[in-house]
C-alpha cells in the first residue's frame, strides 16, 4: 500500500507533469482544451475540500472553542455518530418526519435547542409559541421570509403567486386575494364542495356496489370474489378486496374530487377529475384536461428532488452561485415545457374572466345611466360590485345556481379591476396566472392529504367514526336525502368541528416549513429553557442574517408542553371547552393550532379547507365504513405534503389504500 502510495506520489504525478509540458510545447491548443476538461473536476474537489472545511470548522466553534452563537443551547447526542457533513440527516432520513424532532424534545428535556443539517450547518428547533407568534407576527414576517431557494424553487414551478411572493409585491398581493378567502365568500362556496363531495360519495358507492354484482364469465371471478381491479387499484388491494367491500385508494379519488372543487371554486374551470372511468381498461375519461395533466407533471417533478438536484439547491444558496440553481437539465427544460402549457392555458382563463368582468363594469355603468356621451358615472368601485352581487345569481354552463361571478380568480380580478384601486396595487397577468397556479398546488393536495388521513384514523377508531356518522345523519337525514347543507350548519355541527380540528391537530398535511432571518435579532421565549450543561437557563435566542429556522407545525401540534401529556393520542373531546389545557388557550395560535401557521403569511385558504373537508367528510362518513386493511401499516411520506404509503409496497409509491362498505340504510 505504502509503495503504492510512493509510487503515486514519487512516480506518477511528475509523469504526469512532465508529459502535460511536452503537450504543451507539441500542441499548445489540445493542451489548452485538456486543461479546460479538468476544469469542472478540478472545481469539484475545490468545493469538496471547502464544504469539509466548513464542516469542521464548525464543529470546532461548537464543541471545542463553544464561540457558536448556539454553543449552549442543548442539542441531539446523535450528531456526534455522523460524519459532519452529513449532520443529522441520518436520523431524520430514517424516521417518519416530525418523529425525530418529538424524540429529540423527550431526550433533551427542551422544546428549544439546534441540530445539525447539511455539511454541520445549524438547524435551530424553536418549538416555542411565542418564538413562533414573534417571528410569524405582521412585524417581523417580512423580515423572515422563506429562504431564497426554496422561494426561487417554487416560483420557476408555480409562478410569481402569493406563495412565493416577498415584502410589499407580497402585501399587495394579499391585499387584492383577502376579499376571495372571507366567511362571505367561503359561505357562497359551500355548495361546490358538497357537489363534488356527494359526486365522490356517487363515484366510490358506484365501485363499492360493482364489487358485489354478477361478473363478466369470460374474464372470471378473482379467488377474492372480485373480478376486475378498478382503476389506481394495486395488486394487493385488489387481492384484499371483497365483495361489497372493496380496497380502494381513497388518496386517488379525495385527489381527483379536491382538484375538482378548486378548478371550479378557485377558477370556474370544470376538470371533470372525477368523470375518470374507474374501470382502467375503458378508454381515457375526460380528466386529460392539459391544465389537469401539466399540474400533475409539475407535481412529480417537485416530489422528486434527488441528489444532483438537492446538490444544485443547497449550492445555489452560497452567494455568486445562484446561477445553479437553473442549470438546463434534462429535468429543468421539462418543467420549463410544462409551466409554459400551463400558462398558456391560465392566461386563457385570465383573458375570460376579464371579458366577464368588462362585462359587469358595461352593464353597472349602463343601469345607472352612465357612459362616455353622458355625464352619469362611468367608474365602478369595489363596493359597487358588493352592491351587484347582493342580487344577481347566474346559472352556470352545469346547471347550477350560484350568485354572480363567486369563483375565487373572478373575485380577486374585481378587486383588481375596480377603478378605485390604485394602478400600482393592481395585480400584472403574470402575477394573476402566478395565483391560478399557486392555488392549484395548495388548495388540492392539502385538502385531500387531510382527509384521507381522516379516513384513515377514523378506520383505526370505529367509535369515533360511529359517533360522527350519528351527527351527520342527524343533519342529513336518516338515509342521507340531503345532498348539501348550508356553511353556517356546517360549521356548527359540534362534533364535525372536533373531529375536524382534532385532525388538524393530530396530523397536520404541512408538518413544516423553514424561514430565514434577513437581520440579526433576539427571538423572544414564553419560559426559560436549560442550556446544554445543564448549568443555567436562557429565554432568547439570539439569531444572525442569514440563519435558517424550522416552522415546527406538527412538532408543536403534538407538543406535550402545549397539549399536555396525551398529546400524540387522539381524541376529539380535547377540544371540549373544559378540556382544553390552558397552555393550548394560552398559546396565542389561531385555533391554538400551528397547522396553518399565523400572521400575514398564514394559510388564506384556511376556512376555504375547513368547510371542504367537513363537507367531504360528511357526504362520505355519511353513507359508508372505512376500514383499515388487516396486516398493513400505514407510513408517513415526506412528499410536498405528508402522504401516505404502506409498508411492504413501496414500489407501489404513496397510496391510502381502505376497506370501504356502504353502511345499512
Ligand atoms: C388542510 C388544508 C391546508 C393546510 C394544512 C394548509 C397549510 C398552509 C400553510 C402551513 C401555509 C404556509 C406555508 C409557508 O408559508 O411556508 C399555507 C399557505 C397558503 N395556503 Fe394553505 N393550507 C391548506 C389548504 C389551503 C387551501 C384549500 C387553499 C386555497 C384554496 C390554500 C391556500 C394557501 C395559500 C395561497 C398560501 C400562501 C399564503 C401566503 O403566503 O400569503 N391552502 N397553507
Redesign the pocket.
Known sequence: MTVHLDLAQGLHLPLVGSHASALYHSHPVLALLAGLALLPLLATLALAAFLVSLSIYRMVTVNVTRTEPYAHLRRPKHADNFFPWYGDFGLIRRLPPTEPHLLWCRTLESSVFVYRGLFYSPRLFLGDPRAMGYILSASNSYAYP?PNASRLVLQSLLGKG??VAEGDV?KRQ?KILQPAFGVSAIRDLTPFFFKYSEKLAAKIGEMVDRSTQPIDEDKGRGANGVDRAYLHQSEPSRTASRPGAPVLDVSFWLNQATLDV?GDA?FGHIFNGLDAAYDPTAPEGASGDVINASFQRLMKAMSQIGFVRFMQLYLSEFPGLGWVRNLPTKRQRAIDGTYAALETVSKAIVEQKRREIQGEMADEIRQRGGDAASAGPTTVTKADFDERDEAATTVRQDGTTISAGKDLLHLMMRANMADDVSPREKLSDGELIGQIT??LL??NE??ST?TGWALHILGDHPEVQAMLRAEIRDHFGARMERHAIGYDELMNMPYLDRFAKEM?RFA???PS?VRTATRADTIPLSKPYPTRDGRSTFTSVPISAGQDLIIP?QAMNLSTEIWGPTATQFDPDRWLDDRLPESAKKSGLPMHLM???AG???????R??IA??KALICSLIGRFHFENVEGWKVEKKQAITLRSRIEGQEDIGPQMPLRISRVEA
Open positions: 422563506k402569493v406563495l407580497h394579499r378548486i378557485g399557486t392555488l395548495a388548495g392539502t385538502t387531510q388538524m397536520s398535511p404541512v416549513t407545525i397547522t396553518f401557521i400575514p403569511r398564514g394559510c388564506i385558504g384556511n376555504f379547507a371542504e373537508f
